[in-house]
């Protein structure tokens, strides 16, 4: 059972970017192993397009970084160069947000996972994270 959804606030080191998620209360939490996240060591929990919104002026501080395939767009702020969030290239219709980015205080519970980027394809289609950035029906 999916816990109560509420708002949660994020933001990069220099608090330039900005913004405001809507996310359950209790998350899992992805550790990746993929060269480029566990460079960055940064552990993430995916959620819906529309239930991300950037916050005042942010967009001007942001940077898009892509690499390979050019379909994952890695956000940096352009001062601290922190990643808080990023679209995911398994996770189109999703945005990965940077859980250690958040005020943590507005979760119940979050669990870390480790998921297996060296592997992607064939994790991403047993581990289920992909339901992160769906919307479920309550019908």
């Known amino acids: 059972m999916e816990s109560e959804l509420v708002l949660h606030n994020g933001d990069c080191h ?3 970017v900005r913004w405001k998620v809507q996310a359950p209360t ?3 939490a992805w550790k990746f192993n993929y060269f480029d996240c566990s460079m960055r060591g940064n552990t993430y929990f995916i959620v819906q397009h529309q239930r991300f919104e ?15 395939t050019h379909t994952a767009k890695h956000t940096f702020c352009k001062f601290c160069g922190k990643t808080s969030f990023y679209t995911p290239w398994l996770n189109l219709d999703g945005i990965t947000v940077t859980l250690i980015c958040l005020d943590l205080g507005t979760f119940s519970h979050f669990e870390i996972q480790n998921f297996d980027g060296k592997n992607s394809k064939n ?9 992160q950035s769906k919307i479920h029906s309550t019908k």
Do not use: P, R, W
Not at 56 to 67: A, E, P
Not at 123 to 131: C, D, E, V
């Open 54 to 68: 950037l916050l005042g002026d942010s967009v001007q501080f942001i940077t898009i970084y892509t690499f390979g």
């Open 14 to 16: 220099c608090k330039k």
């Open 123 to 131: 994790f991403y289609n047993q581990s289920g994270i992909a339901l």
């Open 26 to 28: 209790s998350v899992i």
